[in-house]
């Protein structure tokens, strides 16, 4: 079924940056569409940044400009850099292939970013 890790999250102040990894193992990162999802407190997970198996890449309204998703074929990473953080980015970062989130499944732990004021 394949694992996704995700690293990279921590405490930044707002106006920062921060790139989160998400290292896949028995998953494709080329041949699957992948997505960086995000749940913050309270709220329901939503996605966040899309890369299709093509190349093409889609962001939600919210973060469009400031994010930015990538992908390492040969070290099977996909990447996300986010820039000009706000306190409304803090939320607990996924990724999954968006096709299996979709079914509601094969999450990992996540890693938190939380942005100050």
């Known amino acids: 079924q394949g694992q996704l890790v995700e690293s990279g999250g921590g405490l930044v102040q707002a106006g920062g940056s921060l790139r989160l990894s998400c290292a896949a193992s028995?998953?494709?990162?080329?041949?699957?569409?992948m997505g960086w999802y995000r749940q913050a407190p309270g709220k329901q997970r939503e996605l966040v940044a899309a890369?299709?198996?093509?190349?093409?890449?889609n962001y939600a309204d919210s973060v469009k400009g400031r994010f930015a998703i990538s992908r390492d074929g040969a070290q099977n990473i996909v990447y996300l850099q986010m820039s000009s953080l706000k306190p409304e980015d803090t939320a607990v970062y996924y990724c999954?292939?968006?096709?299996?989130?979709?079914?509601?499944?094969?999450w990992g732990q996540g890693t938190q970013v939380t942005v100050s004021s």
């Open positions: 999954n292939i968006i096709s299996r989130a979709r079914l509601g499944g094969g």
């Open positions: 890369i299709a198996s093509g190349g093409s890449t």
């Open positions: 028995g998953i494709n990162v080329i041949y699957n569409d």
